[in-house]
């Protein structure tokens, strides 16, 4: 019989045993007292027989009630079987699920009752855990793979920045460190240092609206423009305005970005730079006192195409720290809620050596005692450059000394020391003074090995060097037989590559590729060679 | 100025030389006797440039180099440079003097080098 509730069945199987028992009791009494106390018809009994019959009715009662309580036992017995059963196999079947084994269906428990309820809802619930375990074990994957994508793209974001967000160059004039520290994998802050040649270093730090991966992709639209934008100009007002015209192509999302843009002259510290709408640098000046780079700004780049860019100037003193940053800086916020402000990051700037390197560990700890270590709420861009001023003297003024020498082999070292001093004496970079060193050394090794074969004791050698802002001159001037180094064509550098070092030509071809000039005269039976040197060598390998 | 060079062998019979200050006409015969007294004791495993301390080459000093290099190839044994300074490396590059895998930045990139060149030549010996 199908029961809808527990209740019921227990109910009426009890109270159906119950009336079962109680109808027999009432049969067996009625019966009973009738055939046994009376007798048959109107006998009377004698009071012995009716003694034992007595007897005999209450021991049937007693038996019936006997057989009754045994038949309920047994119901009862029944009834809990009919619970217990599928009890037990439900329980063996949630350990099973218990144990992660959720692909195995429940023991069918084929009941109306609350026990099949109870059975469907556990096997309803084994189906929904298991959804939900594919669900999430599908998201923790996706979660996986979407997190080793973000660390790959960390990674050549990273790839895209000079030094890889940590930057540390000096040069002939300058020092510089860099930081650059994402809140998340990726983010919009970027940095840029390039040399179009060995007297001017530009650099730029940018802040792209927004955060994550919508900045990163903006980021590295303005890296990839920035390069080519800077590559021919020393102008960052042109550099600007280049830069904005390309970022509003195509910028539907309408992104944005601040940029601070310098070109550094090291020649002379003359600053040059413009800003779109970036934080004015702080600029801590060789005398102790730390100013704001005044700007004129002009809106971010990648919004308005018709956007104008002020060109401004600052004359830097030798020992002069710059410091460009993001708003990540600024913006960092203490677990209480305080921004870290420009007064802290001068106040950490001021607090020791003018160093770049120094400056930006101790704004970083500044930074990092502020927040403790609440989660950075933006990225975190530091660029510090300091300007050190080379050798005073010659550096305007054009400089020119002519050397006299005997021809002979033993006085040639001499004579390279002499020029040598005199050219870092008058401030040329020593990449330069290296060049001519070089130069020199073959010219004359030349001459005095192969013109004065029969010993120059009586001769004499003419050297002038003239520098001037843009270029070094070297005159060779001597007596020996007409040779003019430079009417060969220029050997192939593979022969000595193979190791045949008996081929000649080796000092004279790295004087044709070191020179911009290269002339040979021949007047008043004299040589003449005249060798002309860029002052500030274009660099294409610094990176 | 002048040039310092200090020559040592190590166990595994790799020479190694390195130069202090200018490489040029005046100092390269120095080099130059240098090199046939180490190639004379029997040519090392590997030859390696220490040029750290080098301010200066000219192409008198590059064809000692070039020397070098052709000894050793003819021993089929490597010459490689460590540390090249710009200056250095900029003349380097002028003549094509050394492949750029012959140049390395540290001691420990190079060391790892030489190390995987001696296991590959002691695998190929054992293959044979």
């Known amino acids: 019989m199908a029961f809808r509730s527990l209740t019921a069945r227990i109910a009426f199987w009890t109270l159906l045993a119950s009336a079962l028992v ?15 106390l ?17 007897e005999l009715l209450l021991g049937g009662v007693g038996a019936l009630s006997l057989l009754g309580l045994l038949a309920l036992g047994a119901l009862a017995v029944r009834t809990g079987r009919r619970i217990t059963r599928p009890l037990r196999a439900l329980n063996a079947d949630l350990e099973r699920v218990a144990r992660g084994d959720l692909d195995s269906p429940l023991t069918p428990i084929d009941r109306q009752d609350e026990l099949g309820q109870l059975a469907r809802a556990v096997d309803a619930m084994r189906s ?5 375990i594919g669900e999430l074990t599908a998201a923790v994957q996706a979660r996986s793979r979407m997190d080793g994508e973000l660390q790959a793209a960390r990674e050549i974001q990273r790839s895209m920045l000079p030094g890889g967000g940590a930057l540390q160059r000096s040069g002939s004039g300058f020092a510089l460190c860099a930081r650059l520290m994402p809140a998340r994998s990726v983010g919009g802050d970027f940095y840029g240092v390039f040399r179009h040649d060995t007297r001017h270093l530009c650099f730029a730090l940018g802040d792209v609206s927004d955060k994550g991966v919508p900045a990163a992709l903006f980021m590295a639209r303005v890296v990839g423009h920035l390069e080519s934008a800077a590559r021919d100009t020393l102008d960052p007002q042109r550099i600007l305005t280049r830069l904005n015209a390309e970022l509003c192509q195509r910028n539907d ?25 970036h934080e004015a640098p702080l600029l801590l000046r060789a005398d102790g006192e730390c100013v704001t780079l005044p700007i004129a700004g002009g809106p971010p780049l990648g919004v308005d195409p018709a956007a104008q860019f002020a060109a401004q100037r600052y004359a830097l003193d030798a020992g002069d720290l710059l410091l460009a940053y993001t708003d990540g800086v600024t913006d960092a916020r203490a677990g209480g809620g305080g921004l870290f402000g420009e007064a802290r990051l001068t106040a950490a700037l001021l607090a020791g050596e003018r160093a770049p390197a120094a400056a930006v560990e101790r704004v970083l700890a500044s930074l990092q005692r502020h927040t403790q270590d609440s989660e950075p709420g933006d990225d975190i861009t530091l660029f510090a450059l300091q300007y050190l001023a080379m050798p005073a003297e ?16 033993d006085m040639l070292e001499q004579l390279l020391a002499r020029v040598q001093g005199t050219l870092e004496r008058a401030g040329a970079i020593s990449e330069l003074v290296v060049d001519a060193r070089l130069v020199l050394e073959e010219l004359l090794t030349n001459t005095l090995r192969y013109g004065y074969a029969d010993g120059g004791a009586q001769h004499h050698i003419a050297v002038a060097v003239t520098l001037t802002l843009d270029q070094l001159e070297l005159t060779v001037d001597d007596d020996a037989p007409p040779f003019d180094p430079f009417t060969h064509p220029l050997a192939d550098p593979a022969a000595w590559a193979d190791g045949d070092a008996r081929v000649g030509g080796l000092g004279l071809y ?12 021949r007047a008043d039976d004299r040589n003449r060679t005249r060798i002309v040197l ?4 274009t660099k294409t390998t610094d990176r | 100025m002048a040039l310092d060079i200090q020559a040592a062998t190590d166990a595994q019979g790799r020479c190694r030389i390195a130069l202090h200050g200018m490489l040029d006409a005046g ?9 046939e007294r180490v190639l004379r004791d029997g040519t090392p495993s590997a030859l390696v440039f220490d040029l750290a301390g080098l301010e200066y080459v000219s192409s008198a000093g590059l064809r000692v180099l070039f020397k070098a290099r052709r000894a050793m190839q003819q021993h089929g044994a490597p010459l490689l440079m460590l540390s090249p300074q710009p200056q250095v490396r900029k003349v380097f590059e002028i003549v094509h003097a050394t492949p750029v895998d012959e140049i390395f930045a540290s001691t420990a990139e190079l060391d790892r080098y030489l190390d995987t060149i001696q296991r590959r030549m002691l695998g190929a010996g054992d293959e044979d």
């Open chain 1, 22 to 36: 109680y109808l027999a009791a009432l049969a067996l009494i009625y019966f009973g007292v009738h055939a046994m």
């Open chain 1, 38 to 54: 009376l007798g048959g018809a109107g006998a009377i009994l004698t009071h012995g027989e009716l003694a034992r019959r007595a």
């Open chain 1, 128 to 132: 929904a855990l298991k959804a939900h």
């Open chain 1, 253 to 277: 999302n309408l992104m944005f970005v601040t940029l601070f843009c310098g070109v550094l002259d090291l020649a002379e510290g003359a600053l040059a730079y413009a800003s779109a709408g």
């Open chain 1, 394 to 409: 010659g550096r305007h003024a054009g400089m020119r000394t002519r050397f006299v020498m005997p021809a002979r082999l």
């Open chain 1, 510 to 521: 790295l004087v044709r590729r070191l020179a911009s000039v290269a002339e040979y005269s």
């Open chain 1, 534 to 537: 860029p002052r500030w060598r």
């Open chain 2, 27 to 35: 100092t390269s015969p120095l080099l130059d006797r240098e090199l």
